[in-house]
């Protein structure tokens, strides 16, 4: 998890190019936090968020979700997300949304949390595409829709995610919501378990015993056309 966040803020940190002093300051701040000197990071990032740099307000708001440098304060974390949100950051919707879905700093508001996820999945946050189809799946805040399900899935799978892509696999091999089909499901999670994901190499395996050879192949198949095609061809 802390390999991830000091991604994400790396990611951050380049997303927009400010005035070199300001990014000297950014750089300053973003090694800091990698090298865990959170409470050095979270003053530089604090001096940039005066300055209104809008990268800062976002890490500020992982930097007070996960207590780094700072007090845990999820009433602080999301007031941080929420500046950045309005500003168009993807990650900070998506962070905000799911702090609206836990009740976490703000009040529980799953229509809030649908709309900030997708502002975010609308910028081609897979995380929250994936969100969103799990959320339509579950009936978790909206009404359960398995064909929204998909189109979230979908979108969240043709930009690498995993989850996604297991998910879609998941639900042809179940016929939850769909019609019952493995050469789909062998498609989907043969794309998941490409990420060298073991439960989806698993479930391949699982999938690929009730299939003839000839539709193992059919699958394999599919699933080059759906990479060749950029996922504009994988049903």
């Known amino acids: 998890m802390r390999v991830r966040l000091r991604a994400a803020v790396v990611a951050l940190g380049v997303m927009i190019l400010p005035s070199q002093a300001s990014a ?88 809030e949390a649908v709309r900030l996820y997708k502002l975010a999945a609308g910028q081609g946050d897979s995380s929250a595409q994936f969100t969103l189809g799990t959320m339509y799946e579950t009936g978790q805040g909206v009404p359960p829709d398995t064909q929204e399900a998909l189109h979230w899935y979908r979108l969240a799978a043709a930009r690498g995610n995993p989850s996604a892509r297991y998910s879609l696999g998941n639900l042809y091999e179940t016929g939850r919501g769909v019609e019952r089909d493995p050469v789909r499901a062998y498609l989907w999670l043969d794309l998941a378990a490409s990420n060298g994901w073991k439960l989806a190499s698993t479930a391949r395996r699982r999938v690929a015993k009730q299939m003839s050879k000839d539709e193992i192949t059919q699958a394999q198949q599919l699933a080059m056309l759906c990479i060749q095609s950029s996922f504009a061809q994988c049903d």
Not at 51 to 69: K, P, R, T, W
Not at 84 to 95: I, K, M, N, R, T
Request: proline residues 1%; without cysteine; charged residues 15%.
């Open 24 to 111: 000297n300051t950014l750089q300053d701040a973003t090694t800091a936090y990698q090298r865990g000197n959170y409470a050095v990071a979270a003053n530089l990032y604090h001096g940039l968020a005066e300055a209104g740099q809008v990268m800062a307000f976002s890490i500020l708001g992982i930097m007070y979700a996960n207590g780094q440098g700072v007090r845990q304060d999820y009433v602080e974390a999301a007031r941080w997300y929420r500046l950045a949100a309005e500003q168009g950051v993807a990650v900070s919707q998506s962070s905000l949304a799911a702090l609206y879905m836990t009740g976490r700093g703000v009040p529980l508001d799953y229509d």
